[in-house]
């Protein structure tokens, strides 16, 4: 296997007027190509921070970060966004889908700013919207989805354009038992189709799915299951 996120030695400040907080501190994190990896720790942990890092919204205050061989340690704002539109697909636990849009549309929309023309856009919606069990429900509005429907279109937006990497943050937290370990098991049948997944949770069954726990406190990573 080949490293696909690398974390060394990195240092993230943040300063709020005269306070400097130290949200992570000489973090080290590997994660190899196609590993399915859980992040977890307490509140206030350091693990959205992580998280930034490795979804390329954020570059380090110091050390280095590679994504899939590249080091993104000093990219600009616009080299950040192009990198995530090719390799990173985000899963959030509020689904983070847009209301105005049916779910067709709001899978699609990843790859309009990829330069898609509209039909192949639309094809590609309905194929993963087949994909996650809501070829049925693609033109409804997120409003008239459940729960576990809404995060199975948020996958099917993640998937759209066939990233490398795909981030779960929380992706069982607003779902019942049964559903979220339908989510799970999605997400694992990803993985087992070469997807590299990097998960945030608090929840210990979830990260069971999990090949490897990396835990992270006061900033510190390092302890790992």
Request: aromatic share 4%; hydrophobic share 40%; no cysteine.
């Amino acid at each position: 296997m080949s490293s696909m996120i690398s974390l060394e030695d990195v240092k993230k400040v943040y300063r709020m007027g005269d306070t400097k907080v130290e949200a992570l501190e000489d973090a080290d994190v590997n994660i190899e190509d196609g590993e399915f990896v859980a992040v977890m720790g307490p509140s206030g942990s350091g693990k959205s921070t992580l998280m930034n890092m490795v979804g390329a919204l954020d570059i380090p205050t110091e050390g280095e970060v590679s994504i899939g061989g590249e080091d993104v340690s000093d990219f600009g704002e616009d080299e950040l966004a192009l990198l995530r539109s090719r390799k990173i697909g985000f899963i959030f636990q509020q689904f983070n889908l847009i209301p105005s849009m049916n779910a067709a549309e709001n899978v699609a929309l990843p790859m309009l700013f990829r330069g898609a023309s509209k039909k192949k856009r639309m094809e590609r919606a309905e194929e993963l919207l087949e994909r996650v069990g809501l070829g049925e429900r693609m033109h409804h509005m997120p409003s008239e989805l459940s729960g576990g429907q809404r995060q199975r279109v948020s996958i099917a937006r993640a998937l759209s354009n066939d990233p490398d990497i795909i981030l779960a943050d929380e992706p069982t937290g607003n779902l019942d038992t049964e559903t979220g370990e339908n989510i799970m098991n999605l997400l694992t049948e990803l993985n087992d189709e070469g997807k590299t997944i990097v998960m945030v949770t608090h929840d210990e069954n979830d990260a069971e799915y999990a090949d490897r726990i990396i835990k992270i406190v006061d900033g510190k990573t390092g302890v790992e299951a």
